[in-house]
């Protein structure tokens, strides 16, 4: 091509000076020194600006016939800065200049197209073209840039993405990469060229966004194509900037800053400033402080310095177009957020690096819709028709239709579950509380699974009585949705993914756990899917790296964070965890995988250490998930094997016959494909427990009734496990039986998966007839009178006994100020404590004299309540009952008054004569502090709380303090020996023990947690 020379150039002019920018790029050079011989047309003139190579790229530009002339600048020369003296070296100035980079390799009709684009249209000044990966040729790497309100360079494109086709034809963008860029001359001029003071990153977007605002279209031509290897953002060119970090964050502020509107400066400054300082926390809480330095010295070296800004907006103060008219070229206000889910979306995933080939393959996958997204940059509407969204919506639909029943104010209780406590502060107290406020009180560890509602409450806005609803609502259809993504690694088809998360949300199991208030199943099937990838993660499964160099630390460190999140709702779990640790460890493939089966084994039970005294107490508790004990007969063993958890509301176990089935059948394909085998075996091992347990009736310390092991988290597991071998097993079947001949497989392997399909069907049709309603409730669970309540608040503490038929018997609780509320079954003090208190409630409802209310007031019980339905001869006993008052029928219930005075603290002088004190409230809802008045002789201080060893009391009087001694023998209640003189006294209770192993249980979280928190190798491309 013959160069062309005008001086002043227009629009149709087709001359073309190249400048290729090279440093130490000999790995990338001989390719793009190829590239540029084989263009046609080829460029009028191709300059070659070095910077200081010290490898062999100066003699590979001498001796290159596809270059004309070589500059030598300094190493430390900008990018924008070697562009321009490239240009300034032309001595004839032509119409086009096309800036490339020495690891950009062009097509060799590149040039021709970007020409045809921009000469055939006037108002393009900028043209780009479509970037390909450099050892990806198909890879998208650029259809044009723009930047966020962030600084975060957005391309448009879903990571990894391959050209389809889906772009094709020409756009306007707000700016398009360097590598590549064809410029007219007089443009360049008019806008001064690239910023030199961006001397590596935003360069092209500040000039595109500067070409916009001058009236000039920025376009994408993608007939013209480009290899880009982007050593620079990937970490692959020997010289980099010190802090590339530092440098990009730095030049997406001024980018930003420097271009945007001036009727919004103030406000963009104040936003990416407190944006900056958030970043950098969360850097720090990355584990990278290079990089939270790096956020922390842009603030320094652009937004704490304005008069560089300001230069530069006098530079771009003459701007032909208003700057709201470009709103359509940036990112829409949702991208951060979409790119947050997908980001999210893509940890879910077992491989951590998608290869052709992987210890999960096997056989022939059919093409996953997900693979390819249509053309754009991800709308909502494209979004929305995503199969996992539609699967997520479909499920939140069902469960809002079963739930019909229960939309209506109050607390939602019955079932096993216990109303919650109204905020997240009052679960935090009661999990590290020494004493709990439970009927007489009570030392006893408060149960894991409070402290996972606390976690729960707390993310809420500190709204403990959302957790609940949300959970059972919402947690279905997010199983479901997680069970559809982690099974992406295992290169199933879309249809056979919806299939698995439609069956999992819908399980019997979840539908029982949800009419019965069983949260904490829920919740493990939730966490389930995400535990399972961090375990395969942990361990290497489905990771490009072979060995040990496989093994995740991070992963691990999540893995024993869930696993024990798990063992915390549901302690049934530790016999499946230690089995699956065991036969890791058996069959483990290296030492250091070994080594994780042992943490994965050790860990998550050592974060329940402070609970683990209540099991060595009563080991039974590990067989029993919290709640209320429900009362049920023994569920036939054979059940289990089709996912029949029994109990209220189960459905019917001939729902689960289908999938029972197909996991039978999968035994065919266990011996060709591994994660069948895994599956199986996993599922094997939840079976047999589900059956053993299911034959086991335990009486809890805390109860004198016998109650059924209810076995639906095991049986969550294993349904899940029975999934993944199903789905595993099914890949490509169709393809397998088309091929092989006719026989008794084809009809028998049709019926079988038409009962597999139809099983998630009929589960999802009997929630919605049934409806969540029966036992749940909504609505008041308070059984005390609001007058009740009220004095139980008041200095003197009074305590209320509550009666309650209870399947033939009469339980009874003792109530404060508050009602029975999540947590207090657990906290219960054993029944063994309890004695003298079970035989004066059965004296009083015998109507057994006077001193069954004598032992109430000692007790602290003003009133008794008999909540309905009320038993005949139980209100002719209480009537009758000396000292009782019948004062009010609340409702279907009666209630009595205690005649004489009760209260908390009482004085016993040598007489015997009681004498209530009243106790100052205080932050400790168990704590007494109470003023003893002056006597002739010691006294005994009672306390209506059992005797513990943790009871201490400090009496002051007008000149000492001392610790008060407890009598050598006392009852059932606390009692201190008290003197004469007047005195302050304080009664607390403390666990210096539990204390401790609260702490370490402390660190130990947030040790794992920091291990967990995504560190950053390197900087990615668009990082910032």
């Known amino acids: 091509m013959s160069q062309d020379t005008h001086p002043s150039p227009m629009p149709d002019d087709r001359g073309v000076v190249a400048v290729v920018v090279a440093h130490d790029g000999e790995e990338f050079l001989p390719r793009t020194l190829a590239a540029l011989k084989a263009l046609d047309p080829r460029p009028d003139t191709v300059v070659a600006v070095d910077t200081g190579s010290t490898d062999s790229t100066p003699a590979l530009l001498a001796a290159s016939p596809a270059i004309d002339h070589v500059i030598t600048l300094p190493a430390d020369t900008g990018f924008a800065s070697a562009v321009h003296a490239g240009v300034e070296s032309v001595a004839h100035p032509t119409g086009w200049l096309w800036l490339l980079h020495d690891d950009s390799a062009p097509a060799p009709e590149a040039l021709g197209a970007l020409l045809d684009c921009a000469v055939d249209q006037p108002s393009v000044a900028v043209c780009g073209p479509k970037v390909l990966g450099w050892d990806e040729p198909r890879r998208l790497l650029e259809v044009g840039v723009t930047i966020s309100r962030s600084g975060r360079r957005h391309t448009g494109l879903e990571p990894g993405e391959q ?10 963008t707000l700016a398009v990469g360097t590598a590549g860029l064809l410029v007219r001359r007089d443009v360049w001029d008019e806008l001064g060229g690239l910023d030199r003071s961006l001397h590596f990153f935003r ?90 330095a790096a956020e922390l010295s842009a603030v320094w070296t652009v ?85 996992g969204v539609l699967l997520f919506a479909g499920l939140v639909a069902i469960e809002l239709i079963a739930w019909r029943g229960l939309y209506r104010g109050g607390a939602l209780h019955g079932g096993a579950m216990l109303p919650m406590p109204s905020g997240a502060s009052d679960l935090w107290q009661s999990y590290t509380a020494s004493w709990h406020p439970v009927t007489l009180g009570s030392g006893t560890m408060a149960h894991p699974s ?55 949300a819908l399980n019997p199991v979840f539908l ?118 429900l009362v049920g007969e023994s569920l036939a063993p054979w059940q289990a094997v089709f996912f029949d958890a029994g109990g209220l509301w189960s459905a019917p176990w001939w729902f689960g016959l289908g999938l029972a089935l197909a996991a039978l059948v999968a035994v065919l394909r266990a011996q060709q494909v591994a994660p069948v085998r895994a599956a199986l075996a996993f599922l094997g091992l939840c079976l047999a427990w589900a059956l053993s347990v299911d034959t086991i009736t335990v009486t809890p310390d805390t109860s004198a009734q016998p109650v059924v092991v209810w076995s639906g988290s095991v049986l969550v597991l294993a349904l899940g496990a029975s999934l993944v071998a199903v789905g595993t ?48 409730d909504r609505g008041s669970a308070n059984p005390l009178p609001a007058f009740v309540r009220a004095q139980s608040a008041l200095p003197e503490q009074i305590r209320t006994l509550v009666l309650e038929p209870a399947d033939g ?78 004062v009010a029928n609340p409702g279907q219930s009666s209630l009595w008054r205690v005649e004489l005075a009760a209260g908390r603290v009482t004085v016993l002088a040598s007489d015997t004569k009681r004498e209530v004190l009243g ?50 023998a006392s009852e059932w209640a606390q009692r201190f020996i008290v003197g004469a003189a007047p005195s302050d006294v304080a009664m607390v209770v403390d666990n210096p023990w539990r204390r401790v192993l609260l702490w370490a249980q402390l660190l130990a979280v947030v040790a794992l947690v920091l291990i967990a928190l995504p560190g950053r190798s390197r900087p990615d491309e668009g990082a910032v």
Not at 605 to 621: G, I, K, N, R
Not at 734 to 756: D, G, H, I
């Open 809 to 886: 018997r009469l339980a009874y609780t003792v109530l404060r100020s508050r009602d029975a509320q999540w947590g207090d079954i657990e906290t219960a003090p054993p029944v063994d404590r309890l004695t003298s208190m079970n035989a004066v409630v059965s004296d009083l409802a015998s109507g057994r004299g006077s001193a069954p209310v004598d032992e109430l007031v000692s007790r602290g019980v003003q009133y008794v309540l008999a909540v309905a339905p009320v038993d005949h001869k139980l209100e002719v006993a209480l009537d009758s009952a000396p000292g009782l008052l019948r």
């Open 919 to 968: 106790s100052e409230v205080s932050g400790d809802p168990v704590a007494a502090q109470v003023q003893v008045p002056g006597a002739e002789t010691d006294r005994l201080l009672e306390l209506a709380e059992l005797a513990d060893d943790g009871w201490v009391a400090t009496a002051t009087t007008s000149d000492q303090t001392r610790e008060l001694p407890t009598p050598t």
């Open 450 to 504: 409070t402290a996972v509602l606390a976690v729960l409450a707390t993310v809420l806005l500190g709204h403990a009585t959302w957790v609940v609803p949300v959970v059972l609502v919402a947690g279905p259809p997010l199983a479901g949705l997680l069970a559809y993504q982690v099974t992406r690694s295992f290169g199933l088809s879309p249809r056979l993914r919806l299939w698995i998360g439609a069956a999992y």
């Open 203 to 292: 360069d092209d977007v500040d000039f595109g966004w500067r070409a916009n605002l001058a009236g000039h279209r920025v376009v994408v031509a993608t007939s013209s194509v480009i290899h880009h290897a982007e050593a620079m953002a990937r970490g692959r060119r020997v010289e980099a900037p010190r802090d590339p970090h530092a440098v990009d964050r730095a030049s997406a502020l001024y980018t930003l800053l420097a271009n945007g509107r001036t009727s919004t400066l103030v406000f963009r400054w104040l936003w990416l400033l407190l944006q900056t300082l958030v970043r950098a926390l969360g850097y720090v809480l990355g584990k990278a402080p290079r990089e939270a």
């Open 512 to 629: 029982a756990a949800s009419a019965q208030g069983r949260w904490t199943t829920v919740l493990v099937g939730v966490v389930a899917p995400l535990a399972a990838v961090a375990v395969a993660r942990a361990v290497g499964l489905g990771s490009s790296g072979r060995g040990d160099r496989a093994i995740s630390v991070r992963a691990t460190a999540v893995a024993v964070l869930l696993l024990g999140v798990m063992l915390a709702l549901a302690p049934l779990l530790i016999v499946p965890f230690l089995g699956a640790a065991i036969a890791l460890g058996v069959w483990a493939p290296s030492p250091r995988a070994r080594a994780v089966a042992v943490v994965l084994a050790v860990g998550p039970p050592a974060l329940l250490l402070p609970w683990w005294s209540v099991v060595v107490s009563d080991p039974t508790v590990l067989l029993l998930e919290p709640g209320v004990p």
């Open 729 to 776: 097993a099914a890949r490509g079947g169709r393809m397998r039986l088309q091929l092989a001949t006719f026989s008794w497989r084809q009809p028998t392997f049709a019926a079988v998966a038409a009962l597999a399909l139809l099983s998630p069907l009929l589960w999802g049709v009997t929630w919605i007839d049934r409806g969540a309603d029966g036992p749940l």
């Open 163 to 172: 050209d389809q086709g889906q772009y094709e034809g020409q756009r306007d």
């Open 303 to 387: 937004l704490l310095r304005p008069g560089r800004l300001w230069r530069a907006r006098r530079e771009r103060r003459d701007r032909k177009v208003p700057a709201r008219s470009l709103r359509s070229l940036f990112p829409p206000p949702g991208q951060q957020v979409r790119q947050t889910f997908d980001t999210l979306a893509g940890s879910l995933s077992i491989e951590t690096d998608v290869h052709p080939s992987t210890i999960l393959e096997s056989g022939p996958v059919e093409e996953d819709l997900d693979s390819f997204v249509a053309a754009g940059s991800g709308r909502l509407g494209r979004w929305v028709r995503r199969p």
